[in-house]
């Protein structure tokens, strides 16, 4: 059944803009909710005259800063805990080829900076990353907003993306984020979406690679409904020094994915969506959660979502996985809820999620844990006040954090966002 059959005209622009979603087109659109190509889409009725002028020449561009904060009373060891942090992005797109063919090839580059307002970022709020022995932190295996670190310069994307058979297909290749084709969903953005990532790529249980490494990545559609997209990336590669990635590719550890996927509606892939993804990490001593180890063990696993439109509003989603091996955190991850696009106004949407995850015995602090499983729920509302504003609350609750002496533990949070 195709999309437009169960969707209104409406909602199909709500889930465009909301989902940050890419314009409707003939090609199909591999990409997640963060790719340059579609974080720019979502904001193209708020471009100027000029910036429509470049744009009909091939040349798109934005930029944001986003802050975000977190604080819970309910620390590892009983005290209150708190994270804020920034980031700023400048990212862009430039169609010099094929523009009038549909096998457009493209200039893709994204760069940002990302810095601490307190002593730790909220990528390290749940205490596994950094130094897993502070008190100060939750004491949660997991990540609750990995995006917001305290890197500082980073490039995400530099890349060549070239569409092929009219569109059908893309190939990329360059520096990438791998959670831009891998395991994609409406409401993975860390950005605009979920903060958890239990609820984003991987739902916890997939060993990922740093966001902008040296990568080969290649989607097409099978028939009108059916696609694969399969990627190979630096697994030691490090956003931070681009270049270093030439001297590691060749060290032979790689991540590996392929996808087999449905869709109702080869233009928004990851709305109407079942897929299931394999993936495949090699051990190395920069992605490996025994840092005691020599280099750990070789990751592996399978991954699973399914989401579609019950109302023209309403998105449920039903998304999990399960891993082997050092580098994932989670050994099982089972996640369930939905969207609400358009709630309380045309830019506006709300999202509910519980997860359930089997931590990873690979871990080196898993015998030291209190429970080897735990359940985590977030709710999040983002809104849009007027054209270059957002605002999202969000809070999330977590039962049996793993290396708490707390039993529960609950989260506020708050994200904002300026952009043009």
Not at 53 to 59: K, P, T
Not at 83 to 104: D, F, H, I, M, P
Not at 123 to 152: C, E, H, R, V, W
Request: hydrophobic share 40%; glycine share 12%; aromatic share 12%.
């Amino acid at each position: 059944m195709a999309l437009t059959s169960r969707l209104s005209k409406p909602c199909l622009a709500i889930v465009t803009v909301l989902a940050s979603a890419t314009a409707f087109a003939e090609s199909a659109n591999f990409e997640g909710p963060d790719s340059v190509e579609n974080t720019i889409a979502a904001q193209k009725g708020e471009q100027k005259h000029w910036r429509e002028e470049l744009s009909a020449h091939g040349f798109t561009f934005g930029a944001d800063y986003f802050a975000k904060g977190l604080a819970s009373s309910n620390g590892a060891t009983g005290d209150d805990v708190t994270a804020s942090s920034g980031v700023a992005r400048l990212y862009g797109q430039w169609s010099l080829v094929g523009r009038e063919s549909g096998n457009t090839g493209s200039l893709i580059w994204k760069i940002e900076h990302r810095h601490a307002y307190s002593d730790y970022a909220p990528k390290d709020f749940s205490g596994i990353t950094g130094n897993p022995l502070n008190p100060d932190t939750l004491g949660y295996m997991g990540l609750m907003s990995p995006a917001f670190s305290d890197q500082g310069f980073r490039v995400t994307d530099l890349n060549w993306k070239q569409k092929i058979n009219g569109g059908r297909g893309t190939i990329q290749i360059g520096w990438q984020d791998v959670t831009n084709y891998v395991d994609t969903y409406a409401l993975a953005s860390p950005w605009t979406g979920f903060s958890n990532l239990a609820f984003s790529t991987g739902s916890g249980a997939m060993g990922l690679p740093d966001d902008g490494i040296l990568a080969l990545s290649a989607g097409h559609m099978i028939g009108d409904s059916f696609y694969v997209i399969a990627g190979i990336a630096d697994a030691k590669g490090d956003s931070s020094d681009i270049f270093e990635g030439f001297n590691t590719v060749g060290d032979g550890d790689y991540f590996t994915t392929l996808e087999l996927g449905w869709t109702a509606s080869q233009q928004q892939i990851f709305t109407e969506n079942f897929h299931v993804t394999l993936w495949h990490m090699d051990a190395t001593d920069r992605h490996n959660i025994d840092p005691f180890g020599s280099k750990g063990e070789d990751g592996k696993g399978i991954n699973f979502s399914y989401s579609t439109f019950v109302t023209p509003q309403i998105m449920p989603f039903v998304r999990g996985g399960f891993s082997d091996g050092g580098v994932a955190l989670y050994q099982k991850s089972i996640s369930a809820g939905f969207g609400y696009f358009g709630l309380g106004g045309a830019k506006n949407n709300l999202g509910f999620a519980v997860n359930w995850s089997e931590i990873n015995e690979n871990y080196f602090l898993a015998s030291a844990a209190s429970s080897d499983n735990q359940v985590t729920a977030e709710l999040y509302y983002n809104m849009q006040f007027g054209d270059h504003f957002q605002l999202t609350p969000d809070v999330q609750f977590i039962n049996n954090p793993a290396l708490s002496n707390e039993d529960t533990a609950l989260v506020v949070g708050v994200r904002g966002r300026v952009f043009f």
